[in-house]
């Protein structure tokens, strides 16, 4: 699993954070300024998170200092800032430089951008792990998640889960996946059958009404990481919207929760209802008592711009008047 650390001079704000990005399936830890050089040395990080409310000393300084160890990638995330913030800190030795405000979306794809880099500069071996839609895969170690879920999988299972995974939205045929998993030996179609709804029980939200790994009738299966759905899922978003409502969250929680907001404006305008459950599965990972404790330090409530956003998107999503705090 990729291993993130999330350093900043007040650790306690993070939690949001952390959590929405152990959803994605990564280990994640937390650390202050002081302690982040101790922390990688002890315990390792495939990439640090340098998160700066300044790109000036000392944070710079930390960045120098764990540029030293090259199979770290750094991404600093900052303020919105101007081109000098940003050249500050790649001079420095940050990989990237990431400015607020963000989507969720946009970081996975920073984190995995500077994963794909990082083993080129220090010689090693490609990044292991695979991931589509909400499961991600770990070959190696032959790990999974689903939604940072773990899950047990016997190996039979998990080769399939593999094969589906590293071929996204493609069908593989019944008589192709007996013969790859079963090491060349024709297998009983039933078999085949009993794995595959085995996996459903794992990885889908309702196995009798599979989203993700679908029937193909007469050929064979399909994994699909976003799927389109003729049945919108629009209920279920306007109660985890609703519930935002009444939250009360750090400013980094709300940063992310406008991220997700994003995400669910664009899956409404696409009507891929896919996209729309895996917005809403992310929107339930930064519930406070998810994510954070009972009564975290800097926590309020929604601020308004978001507050009228989210109102809007619940009369979309289920046209009816909305109860504000």
Not at 26 to 33: H, K, P, Q, S, W
Not at 67 to 74: K, N, Y
């Amino acid at each position: 699993m990729t291993r993130l650390l999330l350093v900043q001079d007040d650790p306690s704000p993070t939690a949001a954070l952390t959590a929405l990005l152990r959803g994605e399936g990564y280990e994640t830890r937390v650390a202050g300024l002081a302690d982040a050089v101790l922390e990688v040395d002890a315990h390792g990080a495939d990439v640090v998170l340098l998160e700066l409310a300044r790109v000036e000393e000392p944070g710079l300084a930390l960045c120098r200092e764990l540029r030293a160890r090259p199979d770290v990638g750094i991404i600093v995330v900052g303020a919105r800032g101007g081109e000098e913030d940003i050249v500050r800190a790649l001079d420095h030795g940050a990989d990237d430089y990431l400015g607020r405000p963000f989507g969720t979306r946009e970081l996975v794809a920073r984190i995995r951008a500077v994963l794909r880099r990082r083993p080129e500069v220090a010689g090693r071996t490609p990044a292991r792990v695979i991931a589509a839609g909400p499961v991600e895969l770990d070959p190696a170690a032959r790990t999974a998640t689903v939604t940072g879920r773990p899950l047990e999988l016997p190996l039979k299972e998990f080769q399939l889960l593999e094969a589906f995974v590293r071929n996204p939205g493609r069908t593989l045929a019944r008589e192709h996946l007996l013969g790859a998993i079963w090491d060349g030996v024709p297998g009983d179609s039933n078999t085949l059958t009993v794995h595959i709804q085995r996996l459903r029980a794992k990885i889908e939200p309702e196995p009798a009404r599979p989203h993700h790994l679908v029937t193909v009738r007469g050929v064979g299966y399909q994994y699909l990481p976003y799927p389109r759905s003729t049945e919108a899922p629009t209920h279920d978003i306007a109660e985890a919207l609703r519930a935002a409502l009444t939250w009360r969250l750090p400013a980094d929680g709300w940063l992310l929760l406008d991220g997700l907001s994003e995400q669910v404006e664009a899956a409404f305008r696409d009507r891929d209802y896919g996209r729309l459950r895996v917005a809403h599965q992310r929107i339930e990972l930064l519930e406070p008592g998810n994510a954070i404790a009972a009564d975290p330090a800097g926590a309020h409530s929604c601020p308004p711009r978001l507050e009228a956003r989210i109102a809007a998107l619940i009369e979309r999503a289920e046209p009816q008047p909305v109860h504000r705090k």
